[in-house]
């Protein structure tokens, strides 16, 4: 490579030396000594290849030197280029080495506002399908770190618009958690009211419950209130769905919660339906084993005595009997 005269080397063949471990190095390292004449060979390599070099396995070390080596108009056409062709922009972005080149151009460009305004302009029209998928998401998240304070309200924006799409969907949920745990800021407060005040239909989905017991796992009683609130009336129809289920007795922890679940128990007539559940059985154990603190007995007290009413039917039921052997258990004298 060393015998390689740089200056007679077409697009092409520096696009193909790029492409190769060896050649990727000699590049970066030509691009290191800071000669205006290879910054401008190689720019109209990368202007030409961008999103090749981008998800390229070796080329994104020569696309990400370049970007740190170039001058500022150079820069500002290659994100030009990059930020007005979203279906490419997005591709790479997803990508497993595509991602590292999209982080890598946001440091770059964190101190120019106008290159970062553009960048964050595409990354808020791309952030669904972003969000969707593990390489994307990264992307999204490097976007929340405090040196990005004051200039990621784009992202915010996005994600206050399309945060119960993604609860809803396999991946999308699992990402949109860890968008909750690093979200900073007045847009955070936003979100998680949203997610809140939707909890009963999110409670339902399979992938929808998860983002509902994250909010509920952060501690704060602002949005376990929401969230118990937007439940009152469900909690008796959600106990008995598999992922509703989950939810009623994550809120079954909360001393907010135990007076509204408990209180519809005992107001409907469905609860020897719930006892016998597949899943609701388990919401029943779980009331009967939250509510022996000290400071619920009465209502522990108020459950088994409305419980007792059915047992003998309890004791022979295929899931009622979990609920019948828990309730002797505490209480001999029922058995």
Not at 109 to 133: N, Q, W
Not at 173 to 201: E, Y
Not at 214 to 230: G, K, N, Q, T
Not at 291 to 312: F, G, N, P
Request: aromatic letters at 10%; a positive charge.
């Amino acid at each position: 490579l060393q015998t390689i005269a740089f200056e007679h080397c077409t697009n092409h063949d520096l696009f193909s030396l790029a492409q190769d471990q060896e050649g990727s190095q000699y590049l970066q390292e030509n691009l290191s000594s800071g000669d205006s004449r290879i910054l401008d060979k190689l720019f109209w390599v990368v202007s030409g290849f961008t999103f090749e070099l981008m998800s390229g396995q070796y080329g994104r070390f020569v696309f990400g030197k370049f970007i740190e080596s170039c001058n500022e108009s150079q820069l500002a056409l290659i994100i030009l280029k990059i930020t007005f062709q979203d279906q490419l922009f997005l591709l790479a972005s997803v990508d497993k080495f595509g991602s590292s080149s999209v982080k890598k151009l946001i440091k770059v460009v964190a101190h120019l506002p106008p290159l970062l305004y553009h960048v964050m302009s595409a990354l808020k029209r791309l952030f669904k399908f972003l969000m969707m998928t593990k390489p994307g998401s990264s992307v999204i998240l490097q976007c929340l770190e405090p040196s990005y304070n004051h200039k990621n309200d784009f992202i915010y924006q996005a994600a206050l618009e399309h945060c119960l799409y993604l609860a809803c969907h396999e991946q999308g949920c699992i990402n949109l958690n860890n968008f909750i745990d690093n979200m900073k800021g007045s847009r955070r407060k936003q979100i998680l009211h949203l997610i809140s005040v939707n909890a009963a239909s999110l409670s339902r989905h399979r992938s929808g419950n998860y983002v509902v017991q994250h909010v509920l796992s952060l501690e704060d009683p602002f949005l376990i209130d929401a969230i118990c609130f937007a439940l009152r009336g469900h909690y008796v129809d959600l106990s008995l769905t598999k992922c509703g289920s989950f939810v009623v007795q994550k809120c079954l922890k909360y001393q907010n919660a135990v007076h509204y679940i408990i209180e519809e128990l005992l107001n409907s007539d469905q609860i020897l339906q719930v006892a016998n559940d597949k899943y609701g059985n388990y919401v029943i154990q779980t009331a009967l084993a939250e509510t022996m603190r000290q400071d619920r007995l009465s209502v522990h007290q108020r459950l088994v005595t409305k419980l007792q009413q059915h047992l003998a039917a309890l004791r022979v039921m295929k899931y009622g009997s979990n609920v019948y052997k828990w309730t002797t258990a505490s209480h001999p004298c029922l058995a």
